[in-house]
């Protein structure tokens, strides 16, 4: 258990489906990460928030809508996804977001899309 | 060409090996970071360094910053450092950039 939960920890949904990623985390970082992870492909960082605040978005398709709600809370708001979006999606919380920042995941949320 | 290469990709070891992966990267970095990635997803921070050299247990991580390299080492590897070690370059301005991972697998 390293600090930061994700759930669901697997997902199945159709493209037509409206679900979320929930990450919570109670080590008092002030940063919250989304990351994806495709089969064979690095990971991709998808958002950053800091204080609650999106400080980058690194052009992820608008059916990806992040939410934090507050500094512990993060979603993931999925909405008519394509079978391409298929990969691990992970959490992460940070200190801060600016400077060396040592990162701590969530097990992650292998999301598929059929 | 991604910006940060690892090496190898895969690699099979017997217990007791001394393991050593690889990570060159392009870009001008604030840190780097070893990762290691178990079966089923969950990731672990094992370093961050931005320069010289940091031990913890058998792991050993070593930077150099004018050849744009680093090395993590295991020694004394035994079957339960079996996993997928990430490597990944803070840059700059804060973007994280994550190698494709080194598949290590040790048999006792």
């Known amino acids: 258990e390293t600090g930061v939960t994700q759930t669901p920890r697997h997902l199945v949904m159709g493209m037509t489906n409206k679900k979320s990623l929930k990450c919570e985390q109670h080590l008092g970082h002030n940063a919250m990460y989304w990351y994806k992870q495709s089969a064979k492909k690095p990971l991709e960082l998808m958002f950053v928030?800091?204080?609650?605040?999106?400080?980058e978005n690194n052009s992820v398709p608008s059916r990806f809508s992040p939410e934090c709600p507050n500094s512990s809370h993060l979603f993931l708001h999925l909405h008519t996804l394509q079978p391409e979006d298929s990969a691990l999606y992970l959490c992460?919380?940070?200190?801060?977001?600016?400077?060396?920042?040592?990162?701590?995941f969530g097990a992650g949320s292998r999301l598929t899309v059929l | 060409k991604n910006e940060v290469e690892q090496s190898p990709q895969n690699l099979t070891a017997q217990e007791g090996e001394f393991i050593t992966i690889n990570c060159s990267y392009s870009?001008?970095?604030?840190?780097l970071h070893w990762l290691q990635q178990h079966p089923g997803g969950g990731i672990v921070s094992l370093f961050m360094?931005?320069?010289g050299k940091k031990k913890h247990g058998r792991l050993i991580a070593t930077i150099n910053i004018q050849e744009k390299h680093s090395s993590l080492h295991i020694t004394a590897s035994h079957p339960r450092d079996s996993a997928v070690y990430i490597c990944a370059v803070e840059g700059v301005y804060n973007d994280m950039r994550f190698g494709a991972g080194t598949r290590l697998t040790v048999k006792p």
């Open positions: 928030y800091s204080l609650e605040e999106r400080v």
């Open positions: 870009v001008g970095i604030s840190a």
């Open positions: 360094l931005s320069s």
């Open positions: 992460a919380s940070s200190q801060n977001s600016l400077g060396a920042n040592v990162l701590t």
